[in-house]
C-alpha cells in the first residue's frame, strides 16, 4: 500500500513566511473576498470557460447566466435544475424535437443591452452555426460536446425562443446550464472596429478583445484582468435576482495550483478562501481558527479505460481486478484524512440511477490477484498500463498522490502502471481528443474527474457510441450495443420516474462491466478564514459566492 514519505507541514510553514508578498494587499473600506483556486490560469472569461466545472465555477456562473440554472442555495438537498434566464419550457407534444422557452423579462446585460430572443438565438449559433459572424471554434468543445443534440434556435417572438434537437432529447434543459448568455451588442461592437484580413479574422479579434471586457448577465462584473495572476470581479448591484446581488463588493480570483502554496497563502492571510487544502495542513488549519467545508459531491475521481483495438483493458477480468485491487478506505483514511468518500459506481446506494449493479467494487485484493493470473499475468509478468493525469486542476482532487497510491496498490495485483502528467487545462482538452490521438502518448487510460450531475454528464457521454471524439467525452471509444439501446430509451423517455429506471438500468450495465476504475467521490474541500460568512456548500461542483459576507 502507499506509505507517506514525506510531510507537507514544513513546506507549507515555509512558503506562508514567503508567500506574504507574492499578493498585493487591497487597502481600501470595500469588502474584498479574495480565493486561491486549483487551476493554473484564469479560465476564459469570454462565455463559455474551459478548465472543465472549475472555469464554469469562477468565470461562468459567476459574470453570466444560462436559459437554466442550479439551485446551490442548500447543503442539505440535492442540487437541481431551476429556471434562469428562461422562466419556464415545454416540449411539443407532438414533435419532441422543438422545446419552446419563455424569457425572463427586464434582464440586461453588463454593457445595458436588452437580453431578449435574438440573444438567446446568437448565442446558441456563436457554437452551433459555424456561417453565423460570431462563431466561434475554440468555443465549441467546452460547449457543444455538452448538449450535442441541440441543432437550432429561433425567435418566436421578443421574450420566445424555439429550439430544436437533432432527436427527442429529454435531457435539453439539463444540458443547457453549460450555454452562458454573453452580450451581443458588447460583441458587436469590438467587431465593427477589429482589423482583420477578412471577416474570420475579424471575429477572433473581437472576441479576444471580449474577454478582456466581458459582458454577461451574471450577479458579477469583469473589472480587471491579468492573464495567469488574478482576475477581479465586482458585484452587480442591478442583479436581476435581487436575493443573489453579491453581499462582497470585490472577488479576487487567483491561480494556485500547487496545494502546498494554496494552504501557505491562507496561513500567511494573503487569501481568505482556498480550493482543496493540502490534506495533512487540516489539523494545523483547524488549529488557527479556518474553518473546513465539505459536502459529497455529484463527482467521480475515475481511470477512464482505452478500449481500442490491444489495450489491455479490453479484458474484463483486468478491469475488474483494478476495481478489487484498490483499498479505498485506506486511501479515504490516511492520505485523504478523510476528504472522500468511497466510489462504488457513478451512484451509490440509494440514488434512483444506482440501480442494482452484480459485481460489487471493493477491497479484495485475493480475489484481483486471481483474476489477474486468469488473464495470464502475476508476479513474474506484470501487465504495463501507461495513466494520463494531471498535477491540478478541476475536481482532481490530489491527482499525483493518489495516483501514486493507485501506483503502489496495484503493483501487489501484477500491474505496472506508468504515470504521463501533465498539465491540467492539456488534459482536459486531449480528453475531448480521445485515446486514439497523438496527445494520449501511447496511455492507456485517462485520469480526469467528472461531473454526476445529470444524466448526459454522468454516463451518456462515456457510454454511448456516438459520444466517441470528437463529439464528446467518450475518450476511449467504448462500443456497445447495449449501451447505446440503454442511452436511446433514457433520452427518449419523458416521464421521469421511467427515464430513471432506464438510467439505473444503463448504470448498473456499467458498473457490470467495470466500465470505469471508480476510485473516490470528491467532497470539494475548502478551507476559509474565519472572517468569511454566509458559506453554503451544497451538493454541487458549484458554489454561489453571491451569499457569502466579510465581517
Avoid at 38 to 56: C, H, K, M, S, V
Avoid at 145 to 167: G, Q
Avoid at 310 to 336: H, M, Q, T, Y
Amino acid at each position: 500500500m502507499f506509505i507517506k514519505t514525506t510531510t507537507r507541514a514544513a513546506l507549507i510553514a515555509a512558503l506562508a513566511l514567503t508567500t506574504a508578498a507574492a499578493w498585493p494587499r487591497v487597502a481600501s473600506a470595500e469588502t474584498v473576498l479574495r480565493i486561491g483556486m486549483t487551476a493554473a490560469d484564469i479560465p476564459r472569461t469570454l462565455g463559455q470557460p474551459d478548465q472543465g466545472f472549475e472555469g464554469n465555477r469562477f468565470t461562468g456562473l459567476t459574470m453570466y447566466d444560462a436559459l437554466t440554472g442550479w439551485d446551490l442555495s442548500s447543503a442539505d438537498k440535492a442540487s437541481t435544475v431551476i429556471p434562469g434566464l428562461a422562466t419556464e419550457w415545454k416540449v411539443d407534444d407532438s414533435d419532441k424535437t422543438k422545446w419552446t422557452f419563455k424569457l425572463r423579462p427586464g434582464v440586461t446585460f453588463h454593457d445595458g443591452s436588452p437580453f431578449n430572443a435574438d440573444a438567446v438565438v446568437w448565442n446558441v449559433e456563436k457554437v452551433l452555426k459555424q456561417d453565423a459572424p460570431q462563431f466561434d471554434a475554440s468555443q465549441v468543445g467546452v460547449t457543444a460536446s455538452r448538449m450535442p443534440t441541440l441543432a437550432s434556435a429561433k425567435k418566436i417572438d421578443d421574450m420566445t425562443v424555439e429550439l430544436t434537437t437533432k432527436e427527442p432529447d429529454s435531457f435539453l434543459p439539463i444540458n443547457l446550464t453549460n450555454l452562458f448568455m454573453a452580450s451581443p451588442a458588447k460583441w458587436q461592437a469590438f467587431y465593427d472596429k477589429a482589423e482583420g484580413a477578412d471577416a474570420k479574422a475579424k471575429s477572433q479579434a473581437a472576441w479576444t478583445a471580449f474577454a478582456k471586457e466581458a459582458s454577461g448577465t451574471g450577479p458579477w462584473k469583469m473589472a480587471g484582468f491579468t492573464p495567469r495572476e488574478r482576475l477581479e470581479l465586482v458585484k452587480n448591484a442591478a442583479y436581476w435576482d435581487k436575493a443573489r446581488v453579491p453581499k462582497v463588493d470585490k472577488m479576487v480570483l487567483l491561480p494556485m495550483p500547487e496545494a502546498n502554496a494554496r494552504t501557505a497563502a491562507l496561513l500567511s492571510g494573503q487569501v481568505d478562501w482556498v480550493e482543496a487544502p493540502a490534506p495533512d495542513a487540516l489539523p494545523e488549519l483547524k488549529q488557527r481558527g479556518f474553518k473546513i467545508y465539505a459536502n459529497e459531491q455529484p463527482h467521480v475521481w475515475p481511470w477512464q479505460f482505452s478500449r481500442v483495438e490491444g489495450s489491455p483493458w479490453n479484458d474484463i477480468r483486468v478491469r475488474k481486478a483494478a476495481n478489487l485491487c484498490v483499498d479505498r478506505e485506506g486511501l479515504k483514511d490516511g492520505l485523504l484524512a478523510g476528504l472522500m468518500v468511497p466510489a462504488t459506481g457513478t451512484f451509490e446506494p440509494g440514488h434512483p440511477w444506482r440501480g442494482k449493479p452484480t459485481f460489487e467494487i471493493k477491497y479484495d485484493k485475493a480475489a484481483a490477484q486471481k483474476l489477474m493470473q486468469e488473464a495470464g499475468f502475476g508476479p513474474s509478468k506484470k501487465l504495463t498500463v501507461k495513466i494520463q493525469t494531471s498535477a491540478s486542476g478541476s475536481g482532481q482532487m490530489q491527482p499525483l498522490p493518489m495516483n501514486e497510491y493507485l501506483q503502489q496498490a496495484l503493483a501487489e495485483c501484477y500491474f505496472d502502471v506508468k504515470l504521463d502528467v501533465i498539465e491540467w487545462n492539456t488534459l482536459f482538452t486531449n480528453w475531448r481528443r480521445g485515446a486514439k490521438d497523438p496527445s494520449a502518448n501511447g496511455a492507456n487510460a485517462t485520469n480526469v474527474t467528472y461531473a454526476a450531475m445529470d444524466p448526459f454528464f454522468a454516463l451518456v457521454r462515456f457510454l454511448q457510441s456516438s459520444m466517441a471524439p470528437p463529439v464528446s467525452n467518450n475518450w476511449g471509444f467504448i462500443n456497445d450495443p447495449k449501451f447505446d439501446e440503454l442511452v436511446k430509451k433514457a433520452r427518449q423517455t419523458f416521464d421521469p420516474a421511467a427515464r430513471d429506471a432506464a438510467l439505473a438500468e444503463l448504470h448498473a450495465a456499467s458498473v457490470d462491466d467495470a466500465a470505469f476504475l471508480y476510485v473516490a467521490h470528491d467532497v470539494g474541500p475548502r478551507a476559509i478564514s474565519p472572517k468569511v460568512t454566509g458559506v453554503v456548500q451544497p451538493k454541487s461542483w458549484f458554489i454561489d459566492f453571491s451569499l457569502v459576507s466579510m465581517q
